[in-house]
């Protein structure tokens, strides 16, 4: 089954066009890369997907269910989560707290059964708390969760943001170059955790990356992107060798020579 | 069509009605108003000359809300103050004396060029200090800590001028060569009010070009831009800001000169309500933006000045003119909904605004 | 900020300067001599005494921090010296009044302005005494900082409680003549300030009170008896504390509460729009004036009237109509930022205010001449009228709105709000729906605030629209950052602060904004989370510090 599906999906600004008639289709339980050189529209596609922008042209499926027109929120409680390329926690917030607003969508008591107090909300909460610190657990941040965000070192917070996208229970989950900043064990590190996010949670992963080396050593898709259009996809291998691929990187002529 | 239609939600629709409400009984008013006739031609021109003159004093002060958002980023509430601080000044030590000597009335031009440049002198002064102590140690701080310094800066000024000055209503003298009214073009025109309109249209000129074509200036510009750049590129980001906000006390303190010509009184709540009017003219032209500025506040006037006649009369309102404000405020509200970055503003981005 | 590495005759002339400058200011603006009026010692002191030599003192006392490794005779060489020049500007001053009238232009130099700086001596004899009583005074203040701690702690601590009492020393007598009769009063005070001798008793009386403390300390056995209490019986204790307030403040500091309570309630509001939700609202005002409105329309018996609804009827209109006008205001602005949505929030408690002002709507609001006869709050056929029950009906409504913000705060809700604060698109990115969360925080201050229109209409019996401009929203605004943005505690010491205080010290009044406007930019400057911080407030405020 598809998790995601787009066709020819178009963005553009005033007189750029960002993303140009991109299709492409991310089946369940894969980890699907978009690479591409750096302006080539990787994360105005993100925001075109997550309801951020409005895109001009073409459609979104998710799980079947058209994503045109629906406001961020909403395409989020549907089961989207992402990360950010440059990380956007709720810096004055403690870590607990910003996994508890990930957990958000998944409040089933209405807000003002607070006041009363009534057994669910108590019982609602309790939950929320317990998995929120089980979340923590998972991403290795265990007893740092009355830390502010702003405080935790830069690998934490990396962690805690995909802490943060992950109470939101998702099914498809977008990282925004997650290993940007990092050391090589780091990365490593980060590439085993995504892994592991995979197959142990069965979430979907939808990837924009830099680093090569990361996108080859974890994706099983990878689409490539270039000047906002789809020049290439297919396996970590064959992408290797397309020769579009290189000229890309590497610059016009490349190829031939 | 179809998904057309579904992007439209909730919020939009709301949003839609309000303009559609507000535009309709603006239209509908004014059709009654031009059926019923109830004015003749001369006090339309009348109201739209006074409108004009208005709005070239609030352009005036608008500048100064313009010049330091565009480079800081924050609403300088005290910049009334600034405004008010000048003329009352110069109007309790230069005018009222010179009034009762007669000198101004035997040397009017040398007056009041030496009222305005203590206007203007006491004026930058003002700004300069608020700058230095209200301000700039809050340059780094979140954006809602120097709003509120501003907000405390505008009242600390309003009362110390009223502690210096007295509370109340202080009269400025008439001057004899501004009496009456000359022709232009054939069109009788208070002098008062083809003073002030003169005189803010050379004076935005004037500031146009130096902001525009000035080493000065174009550091103002580079420091609005990016300051940390500009820093990088040698321009001395703390003195483009002082030179910024004494540009926009000098506007404010010519301002308040033209201001006590027209109306001919001055207090130390003078400053307050033009002030927010200020803002809400550079808000509506486009804030950071100096032609915007000036738009906005001949917009401004314009609509206070002609709105309650035109608009608000025919929808049978009695004493419309009480609700001038409430036309300007609407104005902005519209405006704002229509075009959130303003008439002539660029879009500013999520992080500047 | 201190900076010790050079600090040299030019600062200390500056510095001096300085001081001389503040004092001149507060002088010619008429501040010290109406605070003259108030008498703290009799026949010795007054607090315009006070004010008139407290910049130097500050001014001489920080200077003698910043060089206290110098030696004791720099130190009270500077203090003398800074002295010294302070008295230069008043000096100045004094000697142009002497030869020429500049009362024409500054009103306030008047010849009790001049009585005051020349000690009610002539030209020369007055100078000359002001200038070494400020010498004096500045040798005396950094002087203090040469003692050792446990002498200059007694000194200080003396000092303050005895000003205090001596500047509440009116009202003190009020309350002490209705518990002890007027003989015992006569016996303390003088002319509404203290008796001399009193105030050196006082004056003994702290400073041992204090060296008993520090001797405690050393010993490390201070008492805290309430420390150990169980957390219910403190609230009791608190509650019934509270209860019986009225009875111990009397009518006048009931009503001086009352204020505050109203305060309160609003700055608890506004709380929630700006310190939870992040909103600047200039325009709260204009919620206040709803509620206070659809009270008085609903319940007067003047011409205005036509349903003549009891106060408890009324009320859920009043709170209704409030909730309602801060949703139809959320909606236009849900999509402006920061301080467009300041300007157009300000615009609508404008639009608010003209309207009730204006002729078009006189005969639904009575115009200018506002709303009358609204009858009091009544409860089983007995009228609330005197501020001790009204106090009841306020407390309640504090309460309530405490235990809301309390509880919200602290549920999914609140989090809803904190993060919109920090970041809006990632808000939403988490599915909150920004649209609902914030008109759920302007409908919740809004409430609040109308709550508190609605008691204000009945408590005074008739509202004018004068009473809800701009200067009430940014009183509410400078109440809960003074106390904290964000702080439940913050907002009841904001108001008593803010509210409170300039009650008791009625002289204040003319200056109240010239206050509130100093005490906004201090605060800023020195203590931008507020007297009593909230624990995220304090972060994110300091935040920037912490980049650095």
Redesign the interface.
Known sequence: MLVLSTNDVTKSFGGLTAVNQFSFDVPEGKIYSVIGPNGAGKTTFFNCI?G?Y?FDGGKIEFMGEML??K???QI??LGVS?T?QNI?L????TAV?NI???H??H?K?Y?FE??I?TKR?LQE?AE?LEEALHLLNFVGLKGLGDQ?A?NLPYGAQRRLEIA?ALA?RPKLLLLDEPTAGMNPNETVEMIEFIQRLRDELGITILLIEHDMKVVMSISENIGVMDFGTKIAEGTPKEIQRNPQVIEAYLGRGAADG | MQRRLKDINFLDVVLWILRAVIIGAVIWGSIATIIENPYPINTWVETIIAGVAQGSLYALIAIGYTLVYGVLFMINFAHGEFFMAGILTATIFLAQPWGKSGFLNQHPLIGLAIITILSITISVGIALLTERVAYRPLRKAPRLVPLITAIGASFFWQYFFRGLFGSDVKGFPQLEILTGKISVFGILVLKTHAVVIVSAVLMLIGLYIFVMKTKVGKSIRAVAEDKDVAALMGIDVDRAITITFATGAAMAGIAGVLYALVFRQVHFFMGFIPGIKAFTAAVLGGIGSIPGAALGGLLLGMFESVGPGLFLEGLGIPAPHQLKDVIAFTLLVLILILRPQGILGERISKEKA | MIDNKTYSLKDIIKTGLLSGLIALSLSVIGFITLLNKRELVAGILSLGHVFLFSPLIAFAYLSAVRIKDEGKYKILGSGFLIGILTSIPLLILALIEHFYDIRQFLVNVSPDLMEILLFNQGIVAGSIILMLGMGLVGLLAAGLQTLPENIRGPITYALTWTLLIGTFSEILSGRLRSFFGPQFVKIIFVRKALNPLVAGILLLFFAGLEINTQKRKKRDDVKRPWKNLDPRIKNGLGMLLLLLLPLVLGTYLTEVVNNVGLYVLMGLGLNIVVGFAGLLDLGYVAFFAIGAYVMGILTTQGHLGFVSMSFWTALPFSVGAATLAGIMLGIPVLRMRGDYLAIVTLGFGEIIRILALSDMLKNQFGGAQGILQIPKPNIAGFDLVKPEFLFYVILLGVLLALFVSWRLRDSRLGRQWMAMREDEDVAEAMGINLVSTKLLAFATGAAFSGLAGAIFASKLTSIFPHSFNLIVSINVLCLIIVGGLGSLPGVVVGALILVGLPELLREFAEYRMLMYGALLIVMMLLMPEGFIPSEVSKRELHAHEIQD
């Open positions: 997550t951020f409005e045109n027109g406001s961020t929120d989020t409680r992402r950010y956007r709720f810096s004055n917030m707290e508890l607003v990930g958000h969508p409040f008591t807000w607070a006041l107090p909300i909460e929320a502010l702003c943060r939101n």
